[in-house]
């Protein structure tokens, strides 16, 4: 683990002087008047600010506490929330970047393999930017409880159950340096949506933040909690405890 975050550390550190060498060329091409001086400065000043976050990311966080500390509060209620900081930065990059891409396409008169390629840029990175406003006007958090966990997002809750939930890990997304943290849920089908996350994943369902704390210790946090609460589950008089009972789609042994 300490080689792969080395690795990581030392390429943010190569983007991190590559953009700021690239962001005092465009410097260079606003004083001398050239086209596009503006796009670069910007496109490559948000790269270096990217770097420094995935090397310092706590700089982002509104509040951060150890995994111990939060296992220490079971059976809880605990909420853990997301910054409004941070998600307001990548409202920013996401600014930033679809613009950089529209200007491209309004002023490079780029090839048609070009326009291609720039135009699902310019529809995610500025299609999200009004979903990551509500996003930080309505607040995401993470709630856990002896019963379940509840994701909410712009005001949106999904509440799962613990004996629903399984496999938490961290995990980097295929083709990026992006770390999240994953999971099964057992109520969920093996529809297209769940099987594109296990191939870019390898798990069906993801949480969109690590709530102030690495992803790495919110997998372990969420995997104890979740042993707590299984453990904890009362015995019927069947010897069955609940979470262990037959659902409704599912027959019994």
């Given at each position: 683990?300490?080689n792969?975050?080395s690795g990581?550390?030392?390429?943010?550190?190569?983007?991190?002087?590559?953009?700021?060498?690239?962001?005092?060329?465009?410097?260079?091409?606003?004083v001398?008047?050239?086209?596009?001086?503006?796009?670069?400065?910007?496109?490559?000043?948000?790269?270096?600010?990217?770097?420094?976050w995935?090397?310092?990311?706590?700089l982002?966080?509104?509040?951060?506490?150890?995994?111990e500390?939060?296992l220490?509060?079971?059976?809880?209620p605990?909420?853990?929330r997301?910054?409004?900081?941070?998600?307001l930065?990548?409202?920013?990059?996401?600014a930033?970047f679809?613009?950089?891409?529209?200007?491209?396409l309004?002023?490079?008169?780029?090839?048609v393999?070009?326009?291609?390629l720039?135009?699902?840029?310019?529809?995610?990175f500025?299609?999200?930017?009004p979903?990551?406003?509500?996003?930080?006007?309505?607040g995401?958090?993470?709630?856990?409880?002896?019963?379940?966990?509840t994701?909410?997002?712009?005001?949106?809750?999904?509440?799962?159950?613990?004996?629903d939930?399984?496999?938490?890990?961290?995990?980097?997304?295929?083709?990026?340096?992006q770390?999240?943290?994953v999971?099964?849920?057992?109520?969920?089908?093996?529809g297209r949506?769940?099987?594109l996350n296990?191939?870019?994943?390898?798990?069906g369902?993801?949480?969109?933040?690590?709530?102030?704390?690495?992803?790495?210790?919110?997998?372990?946090?969420?995997?104890?909690?979740r042993?707590r609460a299984?453990q904890?589950e009362?015995?019927?008089?069947s010897?069955?405890?609940a979470g262990?009972r037959?659902?409704?789609?599912e027959?019994?042994p």
């Amino acid at each position: 683990m300490s080689n792969q975050a080395s690795g990581s550390r030392f390429r943010h550190a190569l983007l991190l002087g590559l953009s700021l060498v690239l962001v005092a060329g465009g410097v260079g091409m606003i004083v001398t008047g050239a086209d596009g001086g503006v796009a670069t400065t910007a496109f490559f000043g948000v790269c270096a600010a990217v770097s420094v976050w995935h090397m310092r990311p706590g700089l982002l966080e509104s509040e951060t506490r150890s995994a111990e500390t939060v296992l220490a509060h079971y059976p809880g209620p605990v909420v853990l929330r997301a910054s409004v900081k941070k998600i307001l930065f990548l409202a920013a990059l996401s600014a930033v970047f679809g613009g950089v891409m529209v200007w491209m396409l309004m002023h490079e008169a780029p090839s048609v393999t070009m326009r291609v390629l720039l135009w699902p840029g310019v529809v995610l990175f500025l299609g999200g930017l009004p979903v990551l406003i509500l996003v930080a006007i309505r607040g995401s958090s993470l709630h856990l409880d002896g019963t379940g966990l509840t994701i909410v997002q712009a005001g949106r809750s999904r509440r799962m159950s613990w004996h629903d939930v399984s496999g938490f890990a961290a995990v980097t997304v295929k083709g990026t340096m992006q770390r999240m943290v994953v999971f099964d849920d057992a109520r969920v089908g093996e529809g297209r949506l769940v099987a594109l996350n296990r191939q870019l994943t390898g798990r069906g369902a993801g949480l969109p933040d690590s709530y102030g704390l690495d992803p790495d210790a919110l997998a372990a946090l969420l995997t104890a909690w979740r042993r707590r609460a299984v453990q904890d589950e009362p015995i019927g008089p069947s010897g069955v405890s609940a979470g262990d009972r037959p659902r409704a789609s599912e027959p019994a042994p």
